[in-house]
């Protein structure tokens, strides 16, 4: 088992930055992909960002390319999210989750653990 709890949701304006954190405890987490997802009031969730168990692999959504970056340090067992110049659209309950059957990827049905997520709130 894996415990995922995240951290660093808010509200903030538009262009501003927010850093999410994850914070896992349970079986090693070095040995799991990562993600971040979120999920809007009235839509589906989405995939955000996924790194590798080495951070050798990265994947972004379109969305926020260029804007959001993933990293994670496995010693400290935390993967992080930072997000700049955030929109309005970016306003979503953020999740993290851990994969322990791939080495990386964008879809959610791949991810075994869950966190409960974190609130962001992007005004304009």
């Known amino acids: 088992q894996v415990q995922l709890v995240e951290s660093g949701g808010g509200l903030v304006q538009a262009g501003g930055s927010l850093r999410l954190s994850c914070a896992a405890s349970g079986r090693t987490f070095s040995s799991y992909a990562m993600g971040w997802f979120r999920q809007a009031p009235g839509k589906e969730r989405e995939f955000v960002a996924a790194i590798s168990w080495s951070g050798g692999s990265i994947y972004y959504a379109d969305s926020v390319k260029g804007r959001f970056t993933i990293s994670r340090d496995n010693a400290k067992n935390t993967v992080y999210l930072q997000m700049n110049s955030l929109k309005p659209e970016d306003t979503a309950v953020y999740y993290c989750?851990?994969?322990?059957?791939?080495?990386?990827?964008?879809?959610?049905?791949?991810?075994?653990?869950w966190g409960q997520g974190t609130q962001v709130a992007v005004s304009s």
């Open positions: 989750a851990a994969a322990g059957r791939v080495g990386v990827s964008r879809s959610a049905d791949l991810y075994d653990y």
